[in-house]
């Protein structure tokens, strides 16, 4: 037997019995269970048990002894809906164009209930396995960042070439079967874009295919930022490495531009070393003593043959102020992204496809460096906005790439020492930005995305509202830049009557700072 139920919503109209006698026509139809002048179809019956819905029932079983096919039969009866909504004037749905992520089934939510959990595991696996590959920018960082977090990697390997992986699967440790072992997900059982072969299209360079990991751009670095970023890197590199001819090959793999001092007695022999971001129209060069003592290569080596480690970022490699650089120059890509995206507003609305995709990284990342909940609410209803219909890898775009940089510069910074007025300044940049993605979906007539998009600004809205100072209350989602030149400088010269030392609002408004509300 086959059954399906057909609801309209409840704002529509009542339909009569006539109406809903062709919303099941339409649905047997476009199903090809029962097309118009097919009298070997199969025998089916439409039961109205209120105004407002239908039950559709029909046999598997046709007159001719041929078995009909019902494989897929979810997106034609999407068709079938979408079609009666516009000839009867009912409320637009989505289309199944599969950018929807994984709903999770009627016993996971169940068992989340039992176990008292907020949600079911398969959407907090999605959130984390979406954070990871925004932040990495090669496979093995991707599997690293995951269980750093405690989630449970499997890969899955070739079984015609050895030590080949071809998809992975993850788990929460403390969800388990009947069976005692924990219940695995592979990627695509969370969502479309989340495969490992989508996936290795977004880490490589030009995200079709060319081997290497894509680089992290200097272009919409500033000079502190881009020496911290490439301080990290080689500091990475140098403790994965045991020969000098190891580190400058995985410098070279990590995208970086590399140049190598040979000796000029030996010219075999490496001596030293610089290093660059690339995509500059002048490359700024760091030798490795420049980015710190400890990182010129004679120190390297000296370390290498005493098989000892370094310091790396976790250890407090950033300063406050590289942390504070970082946050800004990740708000400043995004509002560069932004202003690519109202280009294509009067351009071409579909070339923006790379950056809708991306923009759902920066989000993903922001919420889980800040662990604002708003971010995370708005990062899960962004989601759907992000992916491209039928599973499409868009190509790589000025405005996506620029994306990616915030999301790789706010995993570089981690979540210490975050300044409230460098998080509220991303925020309200990515309030525009998904304001001008909202535009964007609605030229590209997609409707349901572009409500994902607005409905994603509002929940950063309320994390702006909820992290910034009561002056700011009125006009938190674009402060004005003597608003923020005013909160970051410790003693602002002449304030106001009435306003604090701090150039943030009233000081007998404002709770004490043990109290104030961070993001």
Wanted: charge should be positive; glycine fraction near 8%; include cysteine.
């Amino acid at each position: 037997m086959w059954h399906v139920s057909v609801r309209a919503a409840p704002e529509d109209p009542i339909l009569s019995d006539g109406q809903w006698a062709e919303v099941a026509h339409e649905l047997m139809s476009r199903t090809g269970l029962a097309r118009d002048g097919d009298e070997d179809a199969v025998r089916w019956v439409a039961v109205r048990h209120a105004d407002d819905h239908i039950h559709v029932v029909a046999t598997l079983a046709r007159a001719d002894g041929i078995r009909p096919e019902v494989w897929n039969d979810g997106y034609r009866i999407r068709d079938a809906c979408r079609e009666v909504e516009r000839r009867f004037g009912l409320r637009s749905t989505a289309p199944a164009d599969r950018t929807a992520a994984r709903r999770p089934k009627r016993a996971e939510i169940a068992k989340a209930a039992r176990a008292g959990r907020d949600e079911p595991v398969r959407g907090v696996l999605r959130r984390h396995v979406a954070a990871a590959a925004a932040g990495a920018r090669t496979e093995a960082g991707f599997f690293a960042a995951l269980e750093a977090e405690g989630v449970g990697v499997r890969k899955r390997y070739s079984t015609r070439f050895a030590g080949q992986v071809t998809g992975y699967a993850v788990a929460m440790p403390d969800d388990v079967g009947p069976s005692g072992q924990p219940v695995w997900f592979g990627g695509g059982k969370l969502a479309s874009d989340l495969t490992l072969p989508k996936l290795r299209c977004r880490w490589s360079v030009e995200g079709h295919g060319r081997p290497g990991p894509r680089p992290l751009s200097g272009r919409h670095l500033s000079a502190r930022t881009a020496r911290a970023v490439v301080r990290t890197t080689v500091r990475r590199a140098a403790d994965e490495a045991r020969t000098a001819e190891e580190f400058l090959d995985l410098l070279q793999r990590q995208g970086l531009l590399v140049k190598p001092r040979y000796s000029r007695l030996e010219p075999d022999q490496i001596t030293g070393y610089a290093v660059a971001l690339p995509d500059t129209e002048e490359p700024v060069w760091y030798t490795g003593g420049r980015l710190a003592e400890d990182l010129s290569l004679p120190r390297l080596q000296h370390r290498w043959s005493a098989q000892e480690r370094g310091t790396g970022i976790e250890e407090g490699e950033l300063t406050f102020e590289e942390r504070q650089a970082f946050y800004d120059d990740a708000a400043q890509a995004a509002a560069y992204a932004t202003s690519q995206l109202r280009r294509h507003l009067a351009t071409d609305p579909y070339r923006a496809a790379d950056a809708c995709w991306a923009a759902s990284d920066a989000l993903h990342v922001a919420a889980k460096v800040t662990g604002n909940p708003h971010l995370g609410h708005a990062a899960d209803t962004y989601d759907r906005a992000a992916r491209a219909p039928y599973g499409r890898i868009p190509r790589a775009s000025a405005a996506g790439n620029a994306l990616r940089t915030t999301a790789r510069l706010l995993t570089l910074a981690g979540t210490q020492d975050r300044g409230t007025v460098s998080i509220l300044l991303l925020v309200s940049r990515l309030i525009t930005l998904l304001d001008t993605l909202a535009q964007l979906r609605i030229l590209q007539q997609r409707q349901a995305q572009a409500d994902a998009a607005r409905a994603a600004s509002q929940h950063l809205s309320r994390a702006a509202a909820d992290a910034g100072p009561a002056a700011w209350h009125e006009d938190l989602v674009q402060p004005s830049q003597f608003q923020l030149a005013m909160a970051a400088f410790p003693n602002p010269w002449a304030p106001a009557s009435g306003v604090a030392a701090d150039g943030l609002g009233p000081a007998a408004t404002r709770p004490p700072t043990s109290q104030r509300r961070t993001l």
